[in-house]
């Protein structure tokens, strides 16, 4: 067993008839860490959290919770709870009733059960709302008792699957950092899992990249940011201008017709390679002093920057810029060695990264926002 891991899968697979959810999963995850699993719907994240939670039993593979395998374990015998995005509470039961569930079940006297549900209310700041009535609570509000009553049996993991998904926009980030908040108060492991990359790198310790039933990379939100894998991560993990490229030797990458300094190095001469450039590290120029030129095809205005299309050789770039310029116009594109990054071929090259289609509403519509679970 590596140091401080609570939870080991091995070698995990699991498939509904022909349909093959998890494959060869091997995954391991350190006591008192937030960690969590992203990716879009169908990825296998959820099954994932179900195995640990004991809800679903793999076809292979095993499940080791410090150091012990427990396949066979039923759920209520492991020492997990699961907060789900419909948080299952008790409408005919008050706050305090809601909360104290899981301890009337244990069986626990009367004056630890009010301390440990005072003091959970206290940590999700509903103090004062014993008496309430769940239908009178707003969603947050709702969402914070669903915590209560999973921490208040003391679980050493929790286990949450999309549990912001039913709330808006500004109370999504507020819970953002009241769980990561609780998470270190209470330093237990919070398993989390969400389709939402933004949410990961704010709250995460490390984030797991799936896709396919297969993880595609793990690290911590910087580096997953900064270094992804393959094509698939780059595009999944904020905006990413993904092209073909040649590495001529170390240091040195072809691409849109030019060459140019980078920092990878180790791959063969003349490899052909995946070369990653995020919106935000490129310099817009006057055309005469760009490494690239182009043609501004699109023009949109984001609040804090312009995020703008544009036309290189048939190419469509994204770039986000303080600087307005407009449709039409002709602009150059400095890129320093550190804005470049550059990645193996992948069975997702060439399928990410060219915004020729790209608009809002048909990236909406290409990631509908799925509540159903992704078997």
């Given at each position: 067993m590596k140091e401080n891991v609570i939870i080991e899968l091995k070698n995990v697979?699991?498939?509904?008839?022909?349909?093959?959810?998890?494959?060869?999963?091997?995954?391991?995850?350190?006591?008192?860490?937030?960690?969590?699993?992203?990716?879009?719907?169908?990825?296998?994240?959820?099954?994932?959290?179900?195995i640990i939670a004991g809800f679903i039993n793999p076809d292979e593979g095993e499940v080791i919770f410090e150091g012990k395998k427990i396949n066979n374990l039923p759920p209520h015998k492991r020492q997990v709870n699961t907060i789900f995005q419909r948080y299952a509470l008790f409408p005919h039961l008050n706050v305090y009733e809601n909360v104290a569930f899981g301890l009337r079940v244990r069986k626990l006297p009367e004056k630890e059960?009010?301390?440990?549900?005072?003091?959970?209310?206290?940590?999700v700041n509903l103090k004062g709302f014993n008496k309430r009535n769940i239908n009178s609570l707003s969603g947050g509000q709702q969402q914070r008792v669903a915590i209560a009553r999973a921490l208040a049996v003391k679980p050493r993991v929790l286990l949450l699957d999309e549990p912001l998904g039913a709330l808006d926009l500004k109370l999504r980030k507020d819970m953002q950092v009241e769980l990561k908040n609780i998470q270190q108060r209470l330093g237990?492991?919070?398993?989390?899992?969400?389709?939402?990359?933004?949410e990961a790198l704010s709250m995460s310790d490390t984030v797991v990249v799936m896709d396919g039933g297969i993880i595609q990379q793990i690290g911590t939100p910087i580096d997953i940011y900064n270094e992804p894998k393959n094509a698939f991560v780059a595009d999944f993990i904020g905006e990413s201008n993904i092209l073909d490229g040649i590495m001529l030797k170390d240091l040195y990458v072809q691409f849109s017709g030019q060459k140019f300094v980078c920092l990878d190095?180790?791959?063969?001469?003349?490899?052909?390679?995946?070369?990653?450039?995020?919106?935000?590290?490129?310099?817009?120029?006057?055309?005469?002093?760009?490494?690239?030129?182009?043609?501004?095809?699109?023009?949109?205005?984001?609040?804090?920057?312009?995020?703008?299309?544009?036309?290189?050789?048939?190419?469509?770039?994204?770039?986000?810029?303080?600087?307005?310029?407009?449709?039409?116009?002709?602009?150059?594109?400095?890129?320093?060695?550190?804005?470049?990054?550059?990645?193996?071929?992948?069975?997702?090259?060439?399928?990410?990264?060219?915004?020729?289609?790209?608009?809002?509403?048909?990236?909406?519509?290409s990631n509908p926002e799925e509540e159903e679970d992704d078997e």
């Open positions: 697979s699991v498939s509904y008839g022909d349909n093959q959810v998890l494959k060869d999963l091997n995954l391991y995850i350190r006591d008192k860490e937030f960690i969590t699993l992203l990716g879009p719907s169908g990825c296998g994240k959820t099954t994932t959290l179900r059960i009010k301390e440990t549900v005072e003091e959970m209310l206290t940590l237990i492991t919070f398993i989390y899992v969400t389709h939402d990359q933004e190095k180790g791959f063969a001469v003349n490899e052909q390679v995946d070369v990653v450039v995020r919106p935000e590290d490129v310099d817009v120029v006057e055309p005469e002093k760009g490494m690239l030129k182009g043609t501004v095809s699109s023009v949109t205005f984001k609040g804090v920057h312009f995020e703008i299309i544009v036309d290189i050789g048939g190419f469509k770039w994204m770039i986000q810029t303080t600087d307005y310029h407009p449709e039409g116009a002709l602009i150059g594109l400095y890129i320093e060695p550190d804005a470049i990054h550059i990645m193996k071929k992948s069975e997702y090259s060439g399928l990410f990264g060219d915004y020729s289609s790209f608009s809002e509403e048909f990236d909406e519509l």
